[in-house]
């Protein structure tokens, strides 16, 4: 299964190799924007949108609302597998 993660771009790294600073949940990672990156667009252009990172790369930019609800739902799934873990837990 491929998961994209919501995250949101706070800073160019490196024009050149199109990279930029991506915060996933307080969490800030080094992300390749090429895959969104616009031939016409300058990367600045980028700062502060929404993008669904995947194995290092941004995938995808989305809006707010869709990143929000995006995690939200990861949060749930998170919070099933802790009860998932206890439940068998409970059961040994």
Known sequence: MCLGIPGKIVHIVDHELQLGMVDVGGIQREVNLSCVAEDDQKLESYLDEWVLVHVGF???????????????????????QEELTAMREGAS
């Open 58 to 80: 941004a995938m995808s930019v989305i809006d707010e609302d869709e990143a929000q609800a995006t995690l939200g739902v990861l949060n749930e799934l998170g919070e099933m």
